[in-house]
Antibody, heavy 120, light 107 residues
Framework: QVQLVQSGTEVRKPGSSVKVSCKASGGTSNTYTLNWVRQAPGQGLEWMGRIIPKFDIKNYAQKFRGRVTFTADESARTAYMELSSLRSEDAAVYFC?????????????WGQGTLVSVSS | DIQMTQSPSSLSASVGDRVTITCRASQSISSYLNWYQQIPGKAPKLLIYAASTLQSGVPSRFSGSGSGTDFTFTISSLQPEDFATYYCQQSFRTPVTFGQGTRLEIK
C-alpha cells in the first residue's frame, strides 16, 4: 500500500518562499511520478505540475512556471515543492499525489495535504 | 486549457436517492475523465477512471459513463458516507484540469 506523508503547516509572509515535502512509502516500484495539486480555501483543485524523480523530469503548469520548483531525493523517496514570491492568493492546502504507473495524470494516492498560510 | 464544467454545483438529496452529476469538457477528451470524492478536511479519493472504470475497492453503487465532451457520474443509492464534494478531472492533456466540484448535501 502506497502512503504519502507531507510536511506540516507553514506560515509565510508575502514575498517569501515555502518548501513542502512529500515522502513516499510502500509500493513495489522504484519509479514513481508525483504531482502537486493545490486547493485554496473553499475552492476547487488546481494542478501545479509533476516530477518523475528517477529521470528528473519535471512538468510545470504554465501558471506557476518560474515561481515553482520541484525537486526530489530519490534515495529518501521524498519530493519537494518550493513556491517563491508568495502572495495572499497562494494561501491553500497543497497536496502531493502519486500518478498511477499505467495511466498518465491519474492520481490514485494522495498525501494528507499541507496548509500554507500567507499573511503579513 | 481544457475547461471542465460540472453541474449542478450543489445538490441536496436523501439517503437512498439516486443522484447524477454531469461534467462537460470544452473539447473532446475521449475517455480521459476521472472522478474524485473529497470529504471536508481530507484529500481527494479516486473513485472512477477512464470515464467508467471503478477504482479497486470502491463500492459498485458508484458508476460513470460518457466519452468525448459529455460525462455523467451516478450514485445509485446514496449512503450517509457519500455526502461530500465530487470533482471530475481530465487527464487528456496538460494542464490537467478539474471541474469546479459538486457539493452533495443531506436533504
Amino acid at each position: 500500500q502506497v502512503q504519502l506523508v507531507q510536511s506540516g503547516t507553514e506560515v509565510r509572509k508575502p514575498g517569501s518562499s515555502v518548501k513542502v515535502s512529500c515522502k513516499a512509502s510502500g509500493g513495489t516500484s522504484n519509479t514513481y511520478t508525483l504531482n502537486w495539486v493545490r486547493q485554496a480555501p473553499g475552492q476547487g483543485l488546481e494542478w501545479m505540475g509533476r516530477i518523475i524523480p528517477k529521470f528528473d523530469i519535471k512538468n510545470y503548469a504554465q501558471k506557476f512556471r518560474g515561481r515553482v520548483t520541484f525537486t526530489a531525493d530519490e534515495s529518501a523517496r521524498t519530493a519537494y515543492m518550493e513556491l517563491s514570491s508568495l502572495r495572499s492568493e497562494d494561501a491553500a492546502v497543497y497536496f502531493c499525489a502519486r500518478e498511477e504507473p499505467q495511466y498518465d495524470f491519474l492520481f490514485d494516492y494522495w498525501g494528507q495535504g499541507t496548509l500554507v498560510s500567507v499573511s503579513s | 486549457d481544457i475547461q471542465m464544467t460540472q453541474s449542478p454545483s450543489s445538490l441536496s438529496a436523501s439517503v437512498g436517492d439516486r443522484v447524477t452529476i454531469t461534467c462537460r469538457a470544452s473539447q473532446s477528451i475521449s475517455s480521459y475523465l476521472n472522478w474524485y470524492q473529497q470529504i471536508p478536511g481530507k484529500a481527494p479519493k479516486l473513485l472512477i477512471y477512464a470515464a467508467s472504470t471503478l477504482q479497486s475497492g470502491v463500492p459498485s453503487r458508484f458508476s460513470g459513463s460518457g466519452s468525448g465532451t459529455d460525462f455523467t457520474f451516478t450514485i445509485s443509492s446514496l449512503q450517509p458516507e457519500d455526502f461530500a464534494t465530487y470533482y471530475c478531472q481530465q487527464s487528456f492533456r496538460t494542464p490537467v484540469t478539474f471541474g469546479q466540484g459538486t457539493r452533495l448535501e443531506i436533504k
